[in-house]
């Protein structure tokens, strides 16, 4: 097979805290640089991008050194936690922004899903937008009007087709943006996570939607998920990346399993280093009695996750959700706080969930967490706040470790019947 992605030596620098390079001076002395033919002075400088822990450079590299190839109807599944870099390699890889050093080659149409209503703009309608996103990717108004019912039906917003998508809810926004990607006939097609804003139901019609793609039409797929069962089932080679290096790349297999026990060894304590008064989740980390932070718990110990949250907004009704996944990303159980009207006064919101001891099953676990107002706005959503491991030793259950057993403990009453 022949290679459409060929990435070399790839590196994304930026500058924290500002937009762009940031500093007169600094814009002026690369500028200097470049005209004598000379390397940027701030190529030298600057740290990993690993968002748990403070520096002392105002450089980070969100990729670094990055080397891949991807042949042509491969199905490339990215897998790396938030700050890793992947959502930045898909930028560069859609053009939508350039790399610091390194380089990229291309073969064939790329079309880009990398947040919701990529590529739209508000004040047109559904039916104007599809047509734009069409003659964006090179199609012809025959070409596009050919594919045109196929697309609505695919997004089932026929209803709304000719409303400005400004009124779509992040819902439709996804539908129809999914709907012109994948029916629009590009060469290389890239997802990112932002399918997990759509519903159980066209989640996975998307899933089928892209095996169709690259099975069927023989085209290639790059897809980010956090969702590990997705990954493993729609693509055939993974990469894992972490804090903006690329540590594995194999089978998608060797990757998800790479990617599960590499995550527990550190997992246990998110601490978002964005700059902002945004409302957001500040701090999430996992305790054992002592306030030490841990990622192993026996099983028969309650399970204590304290999370700090940022709340300039103050708005009435907002809570911390909180998910606790299985070892594939399915969501086993979900708990909410109602934030009171006190701590919306002061801004700030410290508090702490308790999972009552023996309630999970022995196996590594994975935790998300959320600040939101239902049904209206989320402000913030950190997948993978923490990862970690219940160890069980003695119970009932523990004669059968390894097998697959479930995630979950149930007290049931027996009792013989004659």
Same mark, same amino acid.
């Given at each position: ?41 701030y190529i030298k400088i600057g740290e990993t991008n690993d968002r748990a822990t ?57 079309a880009s899903l990398l947040e919701v209503g990529t590529g739209f703009h508000p ?12 003659? &964006? ?7 596009? #009007?050919? !594919?045109?019912? %196929?697309?609505?039906? =695919?997004?089932?917003?026929? @209803? ?48 089928g939607k892209m095996k169709d793609v690259s099975e069927k039409d023989g085209r ?60 957001? &989740? ?7 009695? #002592?306030? !030490?932070?841990? %990622?192993?718990?026996? =099983?028969?110990?309650?399970? @204590? ?114």
């Amino acid at each position: 097979m022949s290679t459409v992605i060929k990435v070399e030596n790839l590196s994304k620098q930026y500058r924290l805290g500002t937009v762009g390079t940031g500093a007169l001076a600094h814009d002026i002395n690369r500028w200097w640089h470049r005209v004598r033919g000379k390397e940027d002075p701030y190529i030298k400088i600057g740290e990993t991008n690993d968002r748990a822990t403070s520096g002392s450079s105002e450089y980070v590299w969100a990729l670094k050194d990055i080397n891949f190839e991807v042949k042509h109807g491969e199905v490339l599944g990215i897998i790396g936690r938030n700050g890793a870099g992947k959502s930045t390699l898909l930028k560069i890889l859609s053009r939508t922004t350039a790399p610091t050093t390194g380089s990229v080659k291309i073969k064939g149409r790329v079309a880009s899903l990398l947040e919701v209503g990529t590529g739209f703009h508000p004040e047109l309608s559904g039916r104007e937008n599809i047509f734009l996103n069409g003659a &964006i990717l090179g199609m012809t108004k025959k070409e596009i #009007a050919a !594919k045109f019912d %196929e697309i609505v039906d =695919f997004a089932g917003v026929e @209803r709304y087709i000719d409303t400005p998508v400004k009124r779509y809810s992040s819902g439709m926004y996804v539908r129809l943006a999914f709907a012109v990607a994948a029916h629009l006939e590009p060469e290389i097609l890239i997802v990112d996570e932002v399918l997990a804003v759509g519903d159980a139901e066209f989640q996975k019609k998307c899933l089928g939607k892209m095996k169709d793609v690259s099975e069927k039409d023989g085209r290639t797929v790059l897809f980010v998920s956090h969702n590990m069962a997705a990954v493993a089932n729609l693509c055939n080679k993974g990469l894992v990346m972490s804090n903006g290096l690329l540590e594995y790349s194999g089978t998608v297999d060797e990757a998800v399993k790479y990617y599960m026990q590499k995550s527990v060894v550190s997992g246990c304590h998110y601490v978002n280093q964005q700059p902002g008064n945004a409302d957001k &989740i500040k701090e999430v980390k996992m305790v054992r009695d #002592a306030k !030490k932070d841990s %990622e192993s718990f026996l =099983f028969n110990e309650p399970l @204590r996750i304290q999370i700090n949250a940022q709340l300039p907004s103050s708005v009435e009704g907002t809570h911390i959700g909180v998910a606790v996944l299985d070892k594939w990303h399915h969501k086993i159980f979900t708990n909410t706080y109602r934030i009171t009207a006190q701590q919306l006064t002061t801004g700030k919101v410290f508090v702490e969930m308790q999972i009552p001891a023996a309630t999970l099953l022995d196996g590594v676990y994975f935790m998300d967490v959320a600040l939101f107002v239902p049904r209206m706005n989320n402000f913030d959503y950190v997948a993978d706040a923490c990862t970690f491991e219940i160890e069980d030793l003695n119970s009932e259950l523990s004669l059968f470790s390894g097998a697959d057993i479930g995630n979950v403990m149930v007290k049931c009453n027996w009792k013989e019947l004659a």
